[in-house]
């Protein structure tokens, strides 16, 4: 079983930076595949970012590349998604996820954080 807590989401102006942190609480952190998620008020859930569970792979939608990353530290437990060059259509609440399976779909994930929001101003 994991236990996932988001942190680091707020308010930034257009073009500022943030960086989301998910801190895992149980042994088997390191053998699941992590993900970003998020979701704007109307919309459905979207994937933003993936990485694998030793951290050598990662993946992410088109619309953040260049602009997000996403890391992992085993030893904490932890798994960060760095944001720069945020813009307004960025703005939504954002999920970290845990899958056995590589996968974007949310469907596929097992373990679900409460979520952080992240809100650009223009």
């Known amino acids: 079983q994991v236990q996932l807590v988001e942190s680091g989401g707020g308010l930034v102006q257009a073009g500022g930076s943030l960086r989301l942190s998910c801190a895992a609480s149980?042994?088997?952190?390191?053998?699941?595949?992590m993900g970003w998620f998020r979701q704007a008020p109307g919309k459905e859930r979207e994937f933003v970012a993936l990485i694998s569970w030793s951290g050598g792979t990662t993946t992410y939608v088109d619309s953040v590349k260049g602009r997000f990353t996403i890391s992992r530290d085993n030893a904490k437990n932890t798994v960060y998604l760095q944001m720069n060059s945020l813009k307004p259509e960025d703005t939504a609440v954002y999920y970290c996820a845990a899958a056995m399976n590589w996968d974007r779909s949310p469907l596929r994930y097992d373990y679900w954080g409460q979520g952080t929001q992240v809100t650009v101003s223009s």
């Open positions: 149980g042994r088997s952190f390191s053998r699941y595949h």
